[in-house]
């Protein structure tokens, strides 16, 4: 096992690096919501606040407020305020707020062969300028013959005011992804193009489970000539994306033109829900013919 560091309360300007090390990195008392307000690592707009590559399991970051990170990289996905790339560490009652990135992931991107465990955190008014405004989770496409899953585990998280300029608001799994979702408040995400709150794309897959995806939007947008369609407001399936949803709700979300407010699937998409609930029924969820809907039974509208 790797050291432990324990980090005493206070405010850190810095950009901090795992650098490969399988270590412990903790506030005094991680569990104690005045201490992780306190305890900050601040990357002051200046940078990636936190980045995590190259360990495993045994790499631990636990209660803190990572804020202010900032991503200006646009060659490749990079997370604001916490970039996990081929790495699978537990992140533990921390608060991710405030973190921009010019590309993906404004709170946190998940990018290549990653299995990181995301737990008991608050994912708050991030920004990316592309897709996943809270979290962004992308394998490894490079070699066609070696596609390379990212399979992180987001659990008893909050994830909330955040926003995307393309797709997935709140969460965005975009490609080469399976993520399991657990005991998760989606809340007040906005997404420019489609997924509100939740985006599953192309081929990626999602099991959610006990998840409340509530007041989400799914605005559209024109620029230009370029017009953004804006459907699925709480959650959108594209191009092969799946999504296995059990026990949850969708409620309160919208989509431009009232195209799919809780969900929408188009391009060979599928959704298949059970024990959940989506407010408007099927004259909520928007299906492309080529897309394949289970509606929710029992205990749906």
Known sequence: PGDTVIVAVGTYFEHVSFAGKQVVVQSSTPTDAAVVDATIIDGSGTGIAVTISGVGSGAVLN?????????????????????????????????????????????????????????????????????????????????????????????????????????????????????????????????????????????????????????????????????????GGGMACWFGGATTCSSSILWGNTAKNAEGNQISLEGFSQASTSYSAAQGGSAAVYVQNDANFTPPSPGGP
């Open 63 to 231: 209660g803190f407020t990572i804020r202010n990170g900032n991503s200006t990289t646009t060659t490749s996905s990079h997370g604001g305020g916490l970039d996990i790339q081929n790495a699978s560490p537990q992140i533990l009652n921390c608060i991710i707020r405030d973190n921009h990135t010019a590309t993906d992931g404004g709170g946190i991107a998940i990018v290549g062969n990653s299995s990181p465990t995301i737990d008991g955190c608050t994912i708050l008014s991030n920004t990316a300028d592309g897709w996943g405004g809270g979290v962004y989770i992308f394998g490894d496409t490079s070699d066609p013959e070696n596609v390379i899953t990212a399979s992180p585990l987001l659990i008893r998280c909050r994830i909330s005011d955040n926003a995307a300029t393309w797709d997935g608001g709140g969460i965005a799994c975009f490609e080469a992804c399976n993520v399991t979702i657990r005991n998760v408040l989606v809340d007040n995400n906005d997404a420019g193009e489609v997924g509100g709150g939740i985006f599953v794309g192309y081929e990626a897959t999602a099991v959610i489970q006990n998840v409340t995806v509530a007041d989400n939007n799914a605005l559209g947008s024109t620029e230009g000539d370029a017009t953004r369609v804006g459907r």
